[in-house]
């Protein structure tokens, strides 16, 4: 499948309805260009935000708000303001506040900041445990996946998951997939091993995080433990594999740790060509994106289409699953 040709089947789809999203870091050339480019195509309505523009009422609203939201964590009234000073908190409480349907940073903050804004701000989506970074990685000339597009998770958020965690972090990626792609998902859960070939703790942590993956949402194709080739190539499946819904025809996958994720995917991007969109901030209460520091402008304008599509079927059944 050709890249062009998928982003710009996703720029379409956000025209079809586009939605009021916000750009925190206007002081950034890229988003500046990048803006310039989403409206000129109507890809969505923009609230674009610098420190120079901020609306002196609204911070000092959104300052009482915050702090009562934090006072039990030990917050003053004047760190408080000082959050809402910063362009990415006043835009992640616009949200919140219902002001916009979601926000796109990362061009000059942390991911780390950015997620701490969905934390803070918006919150977990009902029934979420986790809040995590996703990829949509589009591998030009490539037979895996759908036609070379893919769901990697989690590459940008969470050092270590747990066995919980890393279920709900596959749970949100197959979401994603079907939200923004349209596809069935089907989650393969990486390992070092394929369903027995190796034994170790960090085995057992992919097996219990699929069991209770599949306890909360029976009605997802979800397998592994998967060594990466048993889950993308039908021909070394028929080897390794069994009678699985997923193997050797992967669209999701769920690294077992943030080293194997990030590796992973800056390899494909890199070696193959590919782009990596995102990371896509899932498991928070609002659809948001972050950013690579080193983004190009098509990055931002791809990652507000996203963002866009995500917020228009938000209400029309996009909640976590409240299962524990």
Request: net charge negative; proline share 5%.
């Amino acid at each position: 499948m050709d890249v062009s040709d998928v982003l710009g089947r996703l720029r379409c789809m956000a025209k079809e309805k586009p939605c009021t999203i916000i750009l925190p870091e206007m002081e950034d050339e890229r988003m500046q260009k990048a803006s310039e480019i989403i409206e000129r195509e109507g890809i969505a309505n923009l609230i674009k935000l610098s420190k120079d523009n901020l609306d002196p009422e609204k911070v000092e609203q959104y300052t009482e708000k915050f702090y009562e939201m934090r006072k039990h964590k030990g917050i003053s009234l004047e760190a408080a303001r000082a959050y809402m000073e910063n362009p990415l908190f006043y835009a992640a409480m616009e949200v919140r506040e219902g002001n916009a349907d979601g926000f796109v940073a990362g061009a000059v903050n942390t991911t780390a900041d950015v997620v701490r804004a969905v934390l803070y701000c918006i919150g977990l989506a009902p029934g979420a445990r986790v809040i995590c970074g996703a990829f949509l990685m589009v591998v030009p000339d490539c037979p895996y996946g759908e036609n070379g597009v893919l769901v990697f998770a989690d590459c940008g958020v969470v050092p270590n998951p747990n066995e919980k965690q890393l279920a709900h972090i596959g749970i949100s990626a197959s979401r994603l997939a079907k939200e923004v792609l349209g596809v069935e998902p089907r989650v393969a859960f990486l390992s070092y091993s394929s369903k027995g070939s190796a034994e170790g703790p960090e085995i057992d942590k992919v097996r219990k995080a699929v069991s209770i993956a599949k306890d909360i949402a029976p009605d997802i194709l979800m397998d592994g433990e998967l060594q990466v080739d048993a889950a993308l190539v039908p021909e070394v499946a028929q080897h390794k594999i069994k009678d699985s819904p997923v193997a050797g025809k992967a669209n999701v996958l769920i690294f077992p740790d943030l080293e194997a994720g990030n590796i992973s995917y800056k390899l494909v991007e890199r070696l193959a060509k590919a782009r990596a969109l995102g990371p896509i901030i899932l498991g928070g209460n609002r659809p948001c994106s972050d950013l690579s520091r080193g983004c190009s402008v098509d990055d931002i304008v791809d990652c507000v289409a996203i963002t866009v599509i995500r917020a228009n079927r938000w209400d029309n059944g996009k909640k976590e699953d409240k299962k524990e």
